[in-house]
Every structure is written in structure tokens, then in C-alpha cells.
């Protein structure tokens, strides 16, 4: 293993916090994997301006995604076309379309609950905590991360020739290169810790 190549970044015990706080307190994420009569598996409060919860374009080979607007507003844009949902409005992304969203107010914070589809809210639970954890994963972590979550950036091009080259990218910088060269773990117990029942 080459891990002694990256530089350990510290790390802060996150993985009790329940709503998971970010941005100096700005934004929340409360998890709900322990409710399995919640309908959604997290509620985030997004600061309005700009923010590090702002995917960038990307998609997911298995997962549909619905966002329920609670307060404020989000801008998705599906298939490079931009659509602003309001209190009370929701949206259904399917596996496989390029997305991102974004908060596009100034001033007024945006509610949102998140539900997940197929329904794996620990697997769901880890990769937010992970990845919000509030630094800056390197690169091959982050591919890793993605990897684990069904995740891909949207890579320019036509889909029958980005997506794979998207998959592969993620494959071999997150898992052979994060996870086998550079020791890189898909969950960090600081970060994330399993619930027992």
C-alpha cells in the first residue's frame, strides 16, 4: 500500500451529530435512517448564497432521487434544463439523468428532504457524512466515496461513450487507486458509525 504518498487529513468526531452541522452551523442535515417510517431519509437546511453542498453535474446508474421542497426554493437542472421547485413542490429524478441543484436565493434559506430509491439509508447516511465531514477529500477519496454511492460525474460527450468512461474513472481512481494503492476506506467511523438495534 502506498498511503504514505497523501498527507492524513484531521479528522473530527462528527458521527454522533444528529443533525450534522456544516458551514459554521449555516447548514444542517438531519438524518432519519433509524425511522424506518420516514418517507424521506434526510431533511437539509442549505444557507442561501454560495455553498460546498452544491453537487456538481452528475448521475447514478441505480438510484431515483425525489426532493421535497419544505421552504425557499431549488434550482435543478435535468438534462441541462433548469426548473426552480418551491415550497411544497417536489421532483423525481430517475437512474441515469445528468442533474445538479442549487439554492438560488441570497437571502431566504432552502428546506429540503431528500428520499432515496432503492432504500439503503445507512449506506445513504455514510456517504453525506463522509463526504460533508468539512474538508476536502483528495481526489482518489472523493472518486472512492462515489463509487460506494452509486455516483458519477456527468462528463461531457455522448452519454453511450461519457458514461462509461464516467464509471471507469470512478472504478479505477476510487477503488484502484483510493481504496487499493492509497488505502483510502469508503466510511470513516469518525465520520459515520453503523446503528445497532
Request: glycine share 6%; charged share 20%; with cysteine.
Amino acid at each position: 500500500m502506498l498511503s504514505f504518498l497523501t498527507t492524513p487529513l484531521p479528522k473530527t468526531l462528527t458521527a454522533t451529530q444528529n443533525p450534522l452541522t456544516t458551514e459554521n452551523g449555516q447548514t444542517t442535515i438531519h438524518f432519519f435512517a433509524n425511522d424506518p417510517s420516514a418517507k424521506y431519509g434526510m431533511k437539509t437546511r442549505v444557507k442561501p448564497g454560495f455553498t460546498i453542498h452544491v453537487p456538481p453535474m452528475h448521475w447514478h446508474k441505480h438510484q431515483t432521487e425525489t426532493f421535497l421542497i419544505h421552504s425557499g426554493a431549488m434550482r435543478a437542472t435535468l438534462e441541462g434544463s433548469d426548473q426552480t421547485i418551491t415550497a411544497g413542490e417536489s421532483i423525481t429524478i430517475a437512474p441515469g439523468l445528468h442533474h445538479t441543484f442549487v439554492n438560488p436565493s441570497e437571502t431566504e434559506p432552502l428546506v429540503v428532504s431528500t428520499g432515496l430509491d432503492p432504500v439503503e439509508r445507512e449506506r445513504d447516511e455514510a456517504f453525506f457524512r463522509n463526504l460533508k465531514a468539512g474538508r476536502e477529500p483528495h481526489v482518489a477519496q472523493l472518486m472512492l466515496f462515489l463509487h460506494f454511492f452509486d455516483c458519477y460525474p456527468a462528463l461531457p460527450g455522448p452519454k453511450r461513450v461519457s458514461r462509461p468512461l464516467s464509471q471507469v474513472l470512478v472504478f479505477v481512481l476510487g477503488v484502484v487507486v483510493g481504496k487499493w494503492l492509497l488505502g483510502f476506506k469508503e466510511s470513516y467511523s469518525e465520520y459515520y458509525q453503523r446503528k445497532v438495534e
